[in-house]
């Protein structure tokens, strides 16, 4: 990723590459990293939703929030009651906080329950308001039927707190459970 030095702005290079009978741009990356924001913004441009200036080479961070900013206002339902209205202008606002994350990474707490399974955070609601769907991997192989008994219930986050806590209880069991998961995180590391 590179930098203005003036500003700090991230520059984007684009590749602009045939889609359904014509060309689209697509935002890549310039430093190898988690980034949001170009899953997000590429989604939307090849299903077009989103649009880029025909021919530009490089687009910035800045414009790509913008762009997206706008893309969430025109994806707001006009039918909504004054209620939901209401709800969905802070679920916005929430979202629109969680943009200067979209370039570096977003936290967020996957369930073992299934590839949508996400705790929701203010950062899962800009998918949301997009209609972009988000998925993960990370789910307990069945077979294993001890970690999957085990996890298949819990987030992240909660398996975190069973390996931490676990690791100071005296009871075997406890701790057998915790070095269960632990195990298991070593292996999703592994695959990542």
């Not at 021919?55 to 800045?62: A, L, M």
């Not at 707490?109 to 899962?124: A, C, H, L, M, Y």
């Not at 307990?140 to 001890?146: G, N, T, V």
Request: hydrophobic content about 40%; overall charge negative.
């Amino acid at each position: 990723m590179q930098t203005t030095p003036a500003d700090s702005t991230s520059i984007y290079q684009l590749k602009w590459v045939e889609w359904k009978g014509g060309f689209v741009p697509v935002i890549t990356q310039n430093e190898n990293g988690p980034c949001p924001l170009l899953a997000l913004c590429n989604v939307l441009l090849l299903t077009d939703r989103m649009k880029l200036v025909a021919g530009e080479t490089v687009v910035t961070s800045t414009a790509l929030m913008d762009l997206l900013g706008t893309a969430i206002i025109e994806n707001m339902p006009q039918d909504l009651s004054e209620g939901e209205r209401a709800n969905y202008e802070q679920n916005i606002q929430d979202a629109m906080a969680s943009f200067p994350k979209l370039q570096t990474g977003l936290d967020v707490n996957v369930r073992f329950d299934s590839v949508k399974g996400f705790e929701f955070t203010s950062e899962i609601v800009i998918f949301d308001l997009l209609n972009v769907p988000l998925y993960h991997g990370w789910l307990p192989d069945p077979q294993e039927k001890e970690m999957h008994s085990l996890v298949h219930t819990c987030s992240y986050n909660q398996l975190v707190e069973m390996v931490i806590s676990g690791q100071s209880e005296g009871d075997p069991n406890i701790l057998q459970r915790a070095l269960t998961v632990s195990n298991m995180f070593s292996i999703l590391q592994q695959s990542s």
